[in-house]
């Protein structure tokens, strides 16, 4: 036996010893935000779907790192930056997630998979009976995806790296995830982890950006859920199969999403129960393994990236636009529709399927206990997972063209 | 500069691109709507 040391006994808190006291300072900070996040998760304060896997991971990455071989502080969770095959190898023989994190993540799958369980759980009868209407309030939520773009690249960033930050305005994980994959895969790390940590905190902080922007009356129109019509399951289907082969051949970079999402929808229409509880359990088990992936990506070591506050502040910039051209977008449909339109349906088109609904149903009851808006808010919002889909893939085919 | 206008160029092209899909996303609930009620309207009369 060879102890030179003490703390070779302790090789947790031997590495704190051995970084530099930034890196240990943020490392303390990271384990104490991820028990923060778990906290905030089992409270049902932000979203525990997301919160728990991804804040858990996070705290025990960052206590859990050691000295490796080459005298380098790593974990034994993920390496997502290897890349020359010996070392890939042995980094798939020594880290528990990296067989996980180079076959799901590295090539989308986990996003695409993630795309498919929310398929088979939306329900577009509420955006097939007003589609002009969801699609109006989706592309004005679309301000924070479109805006974010030039302001990266004023900030430095390259185009590529512009759009996969810019695509966090959408609020969809799934296309996040894809973009920075496909565009910027040396930043998907920290713009991965960025967006994820920000759609669950969408649900506390939107409430106060529709106090500001929307008066109290308005927020207290009420809208007949009646209004809607009954959309017959053959519809739905038909335009599941329709939509999704039109808009491959016209994005074939963002065809694995379509696919997806569209076939999801097919499942759920035509009512094939085998298939139907398959994709449920699938989206709760891709849900599970991405978050637990996510919070493993942010050890000190690896989040450690120079960009990464002006990664954190423009991905902020995006959610705040596209919840703010949201709520513009609503105001505009509230004044064409002579008053009869809730302005607060406009937050719900920034997608987050189904948060932003409830943010809106839950900003309505606050003024009226009675009011229900939700069944008018879920248009936009599929709405919103729709046109994100499809910004994603103009991005992904336009970008790499400049 | 130069750069920040071609970022400027492709946030609009994009968001015009996505005007005009979103559009055709329309369109085809509207063809699929008719068709879907047009089929069940034959199939009553039968």
């Not at chain 1, 010893?17 to 900070?29: G, K």
């Amino acid at each position: 036996m060879n102890i030179t040391n003490i703390w070779d006994f302790f090789p947790g808190f031997y590495s704190f010893i051995l970084m530099e006291p930034v890196n240990a300072l943020i490392r303390f900070l990271l384990i104490l935000l991820g028990m923060f996040l778990v906290y905030m998760g089992y409270k049902d304060k932000l979203d525990p779907l997301l919160m728990l896997p991804i804040g858990f991971t996070m705290a025990v990455v960052n206590g859990g790192i050691l000295i490796m071989g080459g005298g380098e502080l790593g974990t034994l969770f993920v390496d997502p930056l290897v890349s020359e095959p010996s070392k890939l190898l042995d980094a798939l023989q020594m880290n528990f997630l990296q067989p996980f994190y180079n076959f799901t993540f590295t090539n989308g799958l986990i996003a695409c998979l993630v795309f498919m369980g929310i398929g088979v759980i939306t329900d577009l009868d509420f955006f097939i009976a007003r589609p002009f209407l969801s699609l109006f309030l989706a592309l004005g939520a679309e301000l924070g995806t479109i805006l974010t773009l030039p302001l990266a690249v004023a900030l430095g960033f390259s185009f590529k790296e512009a759009a996969s930050i810019a695509i966090v305005g959408g609020a969809d994980g799934p296309m996040v995830l894809f973009t920075s994959l496909m565009l910027a895969k040396h930043l998907f790390v920290p713009i991965a982890v960025m967006a994820y940590v920000y759609l669950g905190i969408c649900y506390a902080v939107y409430p106060y950006l529709i106090k500001l922007l929307i008066p109290k009356r308005l927020r207290a129109i009420p809208m007949d859920p009646m209004e809607i019509r009954t959309v017959p399951p053959s519809e739905k289907f038909t335009f599941a199969i329709v939509a999704g082969v039109v808009l491959s051949l016209f994005f074939p970079v963002a065809a694995p999403l379509f696919a997806c999402f569209f076939f999801g929808v097919a499942v759920k229409e035509s009512n094939i129960g085998r298939f139907r509880e398959f994709l449920d359990i699938l989206l709760s088990g891709s849900t599970l393994f991405l978050g637990f992936t996510l919070g493993a990506l942010l050890s000190v070591t690896i989040v450690m990236n120079p960009k990464i506050l002006l990664i954190l502040i423009l991905g902020m910039v995006a959610l705040l636009l596209s919840g703010i051209g949201g709520l513009i977008a609503g105001l505009i449909a509230y004044k064409v529709s002579g008053g009869k339109i809730n302005p607060l349906i406009g937050i719900a088109a920034v997608s987050c399927v189904p948060t932003t609904a409830k943010v809106a149903q839950h900003c309505a009851m606050e003024v009226d206990e009675t009011i229900m808006i939700l069944p008018h808010a879920m248009g936009p919002c599929v709405a919103g997972v729709i046109t994100t889909a499809i910004l994603c893939g103009i991005y992904v085919t336009l970008v790499p063209l400049f | 500069m130069k750069e920040i206008i071609t970022a400027f160029t492709i946030a609009l092209l994009t968001y015009a691109l996505g005007l005009l899909t979103c559009g055709l996303v329309g369109v085809i609930i509207l063809i699929v709507k008719k068709i879907v009620s047009n089929r069940e309207e034959g199939t009553g009369q039968t």
